[in-house]
């Protein structure tokens, strides 16, 4: 059975970057599939952040694009979201996310719980 | 970026009445080399995290009950319930998978009358 949980801070100051890890339980990310980060402020709708594939190729929201970094840690059965500058808009309940596939265009079926971070000073 | 517009907002229905959500995307979602489109149907019960009900617009994944479904293709797309439980409560969200940036839609919550 595939799990995902996110981690990291829930805290981040404004400018600064925010650190997400995704932890994968289940299934080797290297031999894989799809990975995805999306996010949900509170009481809004979701938003795709940007995936990686098990090879490392990166696909990003154009609207993120500047300041979004994924990037895969096989060795850790991880990946990680890195999103710098951070403001108060980004405050929001990030989830990691796999796909059904192998490919980005597919749905997303497994779902971690999510993590909040607030931006706040 | 292809938008996703969910109408209605919310909507209360009585037990064992149906639902139904419309979702319509800003441009076709459906890829005519495999006649499929890339649409999925996700539910979000309060203080969790999505699950995907439905993809391909109409296929059902695994352990959803037969109550919902899904049906539509090119722009405009349907989820039904056609007898609402005390469970299906929750924000119901389409998305496009037919090109990035994947988007959704703004959500609709389904609620009891």
């Known amino acids: 059975q595939v799990q995902l949980q996110e981690s990291g801070p829930g805290l981040v100051k404004p400018s600064e970057t925010l650190s997400l890890t995704c932890t994968v339980s289940g299934h080797s990310i290297s031999s894989g599939y799809s990975w995805g980060w999306i996010r949900q402020p509170p009481g809004k709708g979701l938003e795709w952040i940007g995936n990686?594939?098990?090879?490392?190729?990166?696909y990003y929201n154009p609207s993120l694009m500047s300041r979004v970094t994924i990037s895969l840690d096989t060795s850790k059965n991880q990946f990680s979201l890195k999103l710098s500058s951070v403001t108060a808009a980004d405050t929001a309940v990030y989830y990691c996310?796999?796909?059904?596939?192998?490919?980005?265009?597919?749905?997303?079926?497994?779902w971690g719980q999510g993590t909040m971070v607030t931006v706040s000073s | 970026d292809i938008v996703m517009t969910q109408s209605p907002d919310s909507l209360a229905v009585s037990l064992g009445e149906r639902a139904t959500i419309n979702c319509k995307s800003s441009?076709?979602?459906?890829?005519?080399?495999?006649?499929?489109?890339?649409l999925a149907w996700y539910q979000q019960k309060p203080g969790q995290s999505p699950k995907l009900l439905i993809d391909w617009a109409s296929t059902r994944e695994s352990g959803v009950p037969d109550r919902f479904s899904g049906s539509g293709s090119g722009t405009d797309f349907t989820l039904t319930i056609s007898s609402l439980q005390a469970e299906d409560v929750a924000v119901y969200y389409c998305?496009?998978?037919?090109?990035?940036?994947?988007?959704f839609g703004g959500g609709t919550m389904v609620e009891i009358k």
């Open positions: 998305q496009q998978y037919y090109s990035t940036p994947l988007t």
């Open positions: 990686i594939y098990h090879g490392g190729s990166t």
């Open positions: 441009q076709t979602v459906l890829y005519t080399s495999n006649n499929k489109n890339y």
């Open positions: 996310a796999r796909h059904k596939s192998g490919s980005l265009y597919d749905a997303l079926n497994i």
